[in-house]
């Protein structure tokens, strides 16, 4: 009579513990949690990370799916979790528990998992189960009625830099382009681009990969990132309107489709409302690809079961009541623009972390010698043309550069001593000294004060190793650390090469550290020992033969931080 007493002791306390676990996670939980009536028990779960965005179409087709293999007494279970696209693929990397199948919200996600994974990593059979076309956003007029502007808006006009307001389209899933009436043409103003961060978000990566296709090169890429700024996606649409506000620009933001829809739902037009303008060429899309990740024979059939699940007719209204379409390729996504490939995500990130880098440089003046000085009233020696356009050209860089880009100016000295004379030490541009004058108008009345050299022999190589020195002990991590050069050829100030000091500046470069150095050759006549110092540096040597040349070099001064690989002179 005891053991079945003991027995039932036991039923009980596992009913109250069934029960309350049922309580806890509420009728949805204990539909995905219990087995099938038949089920022996040992059921065979799949856990499933989807990107929160299509977590709860993705949670009610498992659901679906868990009650149909129960009534099929089937031990076959699904369980879904939401987690951001970015930390799973960061898991990835982490060497963490993957899950056994993961659905980002782009294959992006999957490409920079794959390349950065330690154990197990999302296979090769990635299928798209839903879509979100990027698309431009703009704020909604004050009534709710369609924004004037932008009609037929295509990626290649947006980085060409158009200037005026076209007409805006109404951002709802499945609606072809979306595309509503034209509106009447507005205020002239340049279009200044806002975007998702490429560190954090699948749209932020596929921006810039339409971007760099579309820009027509790598000039035209690096100046349209000059005027682009990142955009939190939370409030997407008050800030844009407060933006707009501010300037006479129009500000435009690349959004996922269903993060304008999901916007609007809550945000009356007049504080926070958007419309969406659909690209007029082909446009990019989140696909929200489904990865398996599981190597387990049983889980692979749960996995593609599922996936099945996912992309059937029956889920594309699943798919709709949060804000999304149905898989790339189907008649709610046709083809878009194919921005994703091997390696695509890791190159493009590396592309902004470049971008995103501030200088840390120490500019060299080699004056150039004047023979004799020109008499009251007459022409100056021609010899000192060469440092006017120096001056000019650093007074315009200064000028060009942004705040946080730190300057120092240094001249090559001709006595004993020292082989250089400090005139500014390496601050950042906005830097205000306890007089009140930021640091770039310091640098701007240092240059005044550079005067051609009348006598001696200028120390250069032994000032350009004086310089590396210095930069590499004020070393800035994550910043473009660099010795610039500015010079009128070796023949008319640089004096003979010093063996010494050049070995040492080919010795002394650590590419783990690395501190560049790039001259900037007045004369039309690189020294062939400035060349060598450049090449051993990983930097460059240029001739500067005219004003436009010069200014050319500013303007591709991004494009070169943003080349893949070492830098390419000429």
């Excluded at 022999?457 to 473009?480: G, M």
């Amino acid at each position: 009579m005891v053991q079945p007493r003991r027995n039932h002791d036991r039923l009980t306390v596992a009913a109250a513990i069934a029960l309350a676990a049922g309580l806890l996670l509420g009728a949805g939980g204990w539909a995905l949690t219990r087995g099938g009536p038949g089920c022996d028990g040992r059921t065979q779960w799949l856990a499933v990370t989807v990107d929160p965005v299509i977590a709860p179409a993705a949670t009610t087709v498992a659901e679906r799916y868990n009650a149909d293999q129960r009534a099929k007494a089937r031990c076959a279970m699904v369980r879904v979790a939401a987690g951001d696209s970015d930390r799973t693929s960061a898991s990835f990397a982490g060497g963490r528990t993957p899950p056994d199948a993961w659905l980002p919200d782009s294959s992006l996600w999957v490409d920079l998992a794959r390349s950065k994974a330690k154990r197990a990593a999302p296979g090769k059979d990635v299928v798209s189960v839903a879509s979100s076309p990027l698309v431009f956003a703009l704020p909604a007029r004050p009534d709710g009625s369609a924004e004037p502007g932008l009609e037929k808006l295509t990626w290649q006009e947006l980085t060409a830099g158009v200037r005026s307001r076209k007409g805006g389209g109404d951002a709802t899933p499945g609606n072809g382009n979306g595309r509503a009436g034209v509106g009447n043409v507005g205020p002239a103003g340049t279009l200044r681009l806002r975007m998702l961060d490429p560190d954090r978000t699948g749209t932020g990566m596929a921006t810039l990969l339409a971007l760099e296709k579309t820009s027509g090169g790598l000039d035209g890429f690096a100046r349209k990132l000059r005027t682009t700024k990142l955009l939190p996606a939370a409030g997407a649409g008050r800030r844009l309107r407060a933006e707009n506000k501010t300037d006479g620009h129009v500000h435009v933001a690349v959004l996922p489709e269903q993060l304008v829809w999901s916007q609007n739902r809550g945000a009356a037009a007049a504080t926070g409302g958007m419309r969406a303008v659909y690209p007029d060429d082909r446009t990019p899309y989140l696909d929200f690809p489904f990865a398996v990740v599981t190597t387990n024979p049983d889980k692979r059939r749960i996995a593609l079961e599922f996936r099945a699940a996912l992309r059937s007719a029956r889920t594309i209204g699943d798919l709709q009541r949060v804000g999304l379409r149905g898989p790339v390729g189907t008649a709610q996504a046709p083809g878009g623009m194919a921005v994703a490939g091997p390696g695509a995500a890791e190159r493009i990130r590396r592309v902004w972390e470049a971008f995103a880098r501030v200088t840390n440089i120490l500019v060299v003046v080699d004056q150039p010698k004047i023979v004799r000085r020109p008499p009251a009233g007459g022409r100056a020696e021609p010899a000192a043309e060469p440092l006017t356009k120096m001056m000019n050209a650093l007074g315009a860089g200064f000028a060009a550069m942004a705040d946080r880009s730190a300057f120092g100016l240094w001249t090559v000295s001709t006595g004993r001593g020292r082989p250089y004379v400090p005139l500014a030490p390496v601050r950042e541009l906005g830097d205000v000294d306890t007089g009140g004058v930021a640091h770039r108008l310091r640098l701007q009345g240092a240059l005044r004060k550079v005067r051609p050299r009348t006598d001696g022999r200028a120390r250069l190589y032994e000032a350009i190793r004086a310089a590396q020195r210095e930069v590499t002990r004020t070393y800035v991590p994550d910043r473009l650390n660099v010795v610039l050069v500015l010079t009128s050829g070796a023949d008319k100030g640089g004096g003979p090469a010093d063996p010494a000091a050049l070995r040492q500046v080919r010795r002394s470069y650590d590419r783990k550290r690395p501190v560049n150095v790039i001259v900037l050759d007045f004369d039309g006549t690189i020294a062939p020992e400035l060349r060598t110092a450049t090449r051993a540096t990983a930097g460059c040597a240029f001739k500067i033969d005219n004003f436009r040349r010069l200014i050319g070099l500013f303007r591709r001064s991004d494009g070169m931080r943003i080349a893949d690989g070492d830098p390419v002179c000429p």
